[in-house]
T-cell receptor, first 115, second 111 residues
Framework: DAGVTQSPTHLIKTRGQQVTLRCSPK?????VSWYQQALGQGPQFIFQ???????QRGNFPDRFSGHQFPNYSSELNVNALLLGDSALYLC??????????????FGPGTRLTVL | QKEVEQDPGPLSVPEGAIVSLNCTYS??????FMWYRQYSRKGPELLMY????GNKEDGRFTAQVDKSSKYISLFIRDSQPSDSATYLC???????????FGAGTTVTVRA
């Protein structure tokens, strides 16, 4: 049973560029959440997608956007990259409710470096 | 003040010792409490999941929740070098979809 997968593993971009990160949820899960983890910090919630809609959003600017596809996979897009966007980006999948009652399983993350 | 506070350590213990980790929180709506383990450059892995106050034991791991004090703990008995990792506490409210994390505590178990 494949767990949560993310691609790419590493990415290096320059300031002002745009980036797209990808996530495939664990088998049987239909809800995808994205988190940003800066070095030495805990993950910070970006947003959650369910039924191809953004269901909840954290305190992140509009430069961060996402999409969920009919097969439940998801993309995170970040425009106009800043040095401060350098972080580990984590995708988590969960069951339908997506609430605290459901366990969120994390992928290995994509490490983004902005130069 | 952060919603979830966790001492970042680092914590270094000899093999076989008991590791004690804790988090405090300010949001009284939190009802679901989790501990994740994160190895260097990897994603968080769920260790323990508890609901409301009380204790939960799973092998060498014991999670405690005290909602009246807004305090949660994780104990690791008979610690092994393979337990060396960063431990993250996380919590959520019933009608919330996000997890709120502590900063993580880095633990090293010396052989």
């Amino acid at each position: 049973d494949a767990g949560v997968t993310q691609s790419p593993t590493h990415l290096i971009k320059t300031r002002g560029q745009q980036v797209t990160l990808r996530c495939s949820p664990k088998s049987g899960h239909d809800t995808v959440s994205w988190y940003q983890q800066a070095l030495g910090q805990g993950p910070q919630f970006i947003f959650q997608y369910y039924e191809e809609e953004e269901r909840q959003r954290g305190n992140f600017p509009d430069r961060f956007s996402g999409h969920q596809f009919p097969n439940y996979s998801s993309e995170l897009n970040v425009n106009a990259l800043l040095l401060g966007d350098s972080a580990l980006y984590l995708c988590a999948s969960s069951g339908t409710s997506g609430r605290g009652t459901d366990t969120q399983y994390f992928g290995p993350g994509t490490r983004l470096t902005v130069l | 003040q952060k919603e979830v506070e966790q001492d970042p350590g680092p914590l270094s213990v000899p093999e076989g010792a008991i590791v004690s980790l804790n988090c405090t929180y300010s949001n009284s709506a939190f009802q679901y409490f989790m501990w994740y383990r994160q190895y260097s450059r990897k994603g968080p892995e769920l260790l323990m999941y508890t609901y409301s106050s009380g204790n939960k034991e799973d092998g060498r791991f014991t999670a405690q929740v005290d909602k009246s004090s807004k305090y949660i703990s994780l104990f690791i008995r008979d610690s092994q070098p393979s337990d060396s990792a960063t431990y993250l506490c996380a919590m959520s409210a019933y009608n919330d979809y996000k997890l709120s994390f502590g900063a993580g505590t880095t633990v090293t178990v010396r052989a």
